[in-house]
């Protein structure tokens, strides 16, 4: 049972466009929200999370939305650059805690120059 | 934010063998964790590495397969133990100090 899901496994944009990459869960347990990015070779490293008494936070290029009627979140990247080009990891947490995360299985994100 | 030295960063070991991974944070971090991410899947928890204590394991992972050392800190110890092929995968440490920060990841292939 996948509770937090990433549908689409790749996603292709052009240089100074915006990236909008999705991320579903089920379990509404879930209170906090985060983004990693994964470079090949690399960890991943930590982009932005958002709890859930907000439903947006935004740091420089990248805005994080949450609907938690819908169970839904998504990353926002604008503008997007060829730099960005990595997988890009959603994961959740609950009671308020970002450690004991559950992952989706990433979105390679191509951004073309 | 926590820097995490993670070794050997990639490993090919024949199977029936046993590998240990060790990771060394650059400061005191309470929670220490191990995933997995086997090929073309999600980073999956294999333990908290408590300091102290025995780790505690989530559902489907064992200690006799997966035994993790945490002497103190800032430092742990994950062995994977009697390899088979199925265990090829990247083994990232994880620690926690208000946002989760991984190692780069040790990528391992059982032959």
């Known amino acids: 049972d996948q509770q937090v899901k990433q549908n689409s496994p790749s996603l292709s944009v052009q240089e100074g466009r915006i990236s909008i990459l999705n991320c579903d869960y089920t379990?509404?347990?879930?209170?906090?929200f985060l983004w990693y990015k994964k470079y090949p070779a690399e960890g991943p490293t930590f982009l932005i999370s958002i709890s859930s008494i907000k439903d947006k936070n935004e740091d420089g290029r990248f805005t994080v939305f949450l609907n938690k009627s819908a169970k839904h979140l998504s990353l926002h990247i604008v503008p997007s650059q060829p730099g960005d080009s990595a997988v890009y990891f959603c994961?959740?947490?609950?009671?308020?805690?970002?450690?004991?995360?559950?992952f989706g299985k990433g979105t390679l994100l191509t951004v073309n120059p | 934010s926590a820097v995490i030295s993670q070794k050997p960063s990639r490993d090919i070991c024949q199977r029936g063998t046993s590998l240990t991974i060790q990771c060394q944070v650059d400061?005191?971090?309470?929670?220490m964790f191990w995933y997995r991410q086997q090929p073309g899947q999600s980073l999956t928890l294999i333990a908290t590495?408590?300091?102290?204590?025995?780790?505690?394991?989530e559902s489907g992972f064992v200690i006799d397969k997966f035994p993790i050392s945490r002497p103190n800190l800032t430092f742990s110890t994950l062995t994977v133990s009697n390899m088979s092929p199925e265990d090829s995968s990247i083994y990232l440490c994880?620690?926690?100090?208000?946002?989760?920060?991984f190692g780069q990841g040790t990528r391992l292939t059982v032959v």
């Open positions: 379990n509404s347990m879930f209170d906090y």
């Open positions: 994961a959740a947490g609950r009671g308020g805690s970002n450690y004991k995360l559950t």
């Open positions: 400061s005191q971090v309470t929670m």
């Open positions: 590495a408590n300091q102290g204590s025995e780790a505690t394991y």
């Open positions: 994880s620690a926690e100090q208000g946002k989760a920060f």
